[in-house]
């Protein structure tokens, strides 16, 4: 999309104005995937139950999917519920699920209106069937839509998609001298996706929770302090603006200008 589709939705004078017109539209992040992680902590602070957090998340998530796609971002990755989290309290994972098909339905209008397609990453066979049938309502709904791809990962973990990747590998036939990273990849939940650019974890833990593994290789690292529920559109254009001053090398090095000259 572009500044103008961005500033249409933004206070006129506020301080996202000016972090918005900072941004470079022509070195955008191809793929944003965010670890939404501190629900608990807000809750905690407040003295409020845990599910209280993850309640207040969901504001984020609407102002983080929005901006997303209003900035022009191809694809947006959420990381909602990972295989691990099934060890919480069966009564926080019940409001979790909860609040998820409350997401879906309440939000189908604003991902049509944005023109977002929305898909699950994830073993999400594994959830409940009135889970898994307000997803497909979702995914169904927006599936003719042509702009932004919205994954959020549900009861996914980064190693059991390498371990389902490599059972779609051998249950295909696939020769071991044919199998290559592309190809690895094109069995992957994320397959034609491009890998994310840039990967976000909020409040601060400096690690990746089982989160894309395969993907990540060379996704630019961004952590905030921010607990997930305070997290707003000014985050998100601060860590473009972040991921724009990197200096991404591959493994090469940087060109200098008097290479760049020679040539
Ligand atoms: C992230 O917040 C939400 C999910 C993992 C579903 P947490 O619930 O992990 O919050 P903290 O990390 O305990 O603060
Ligand atoms: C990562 O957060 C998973 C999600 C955001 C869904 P966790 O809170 O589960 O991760 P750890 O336990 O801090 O590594
Ligand atoms: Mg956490």
Do not use: C
Not at 88 to 111: D, F, Q
């Amino acid at each position: 999309m572009s500044l103008e589709q961005l500033l249409a939705w933004i206070p006129p004078g506020s301080p996202d104005e000016a972090l918005a017109r900072r941004i470079n539209f022509d070195q955008l992040p191809s793929h944003v995937a965010i670890i939404m992680d501190g629900n608990g902590r807000w809750a905690a602070q407040r003295h409020l139950p845990r599910v209280e957090g993850h309640r207040a998340g969901i504001d984020s998530v609407r102002d983080v999917v929005e901006t997303s796609a209003r900035l022009g971002i191809d694809v947006l990755t959420l990381y909602a519920f990972s295989v691990e989290n099934w060890k919480r309290p069966r009564a926080e994972i019940n409001t979790l699920m909860t609040l998820l098909k409350r997401y879906i339905r309440l939000e189908l209008s604003t991902l049509l209106k944005n023109n977002i397609r929305f898909q699950v990453i994830g073993r999400s066979e594994e959830l409940a069937p009135d889970v898994q049938r307000e997803l497909e309502i979702g995914i169904r709904q927006t599936a003719a839509n042509t702009g932004m791809l919205f994954n959020i990962a549900l009861n996914y973990g980064g190693r059991s998609e390498i371990v389902d990747a490599a059972r779609r590998a051998i249950a295909s036939g696939i020769a071991a001298a044919d199998l290559d990273e592309r190809r690895f990849s094109e069995l992957l939940y994320t397959a034609r996706q491009p890998d994310p650019d840039l990967l976000i974890r909020t409040s601060g833990e400096m690690r990746v929770s089982n989160f894309l593994l395969w993907q990540i290789a060379y996704a630019e690292i961004w952590v905030t302090e921010t607990l997930w529920p305070d997290f707003r559109r000014r985050h998100l254009l601060e860590a473009v603006l972040a991921y724009q001053k990197r200096d991404r090398r591959y493994g090469g090095i940087k060109p200098s200008p008097v290479a760049l000259s020679i040539k």
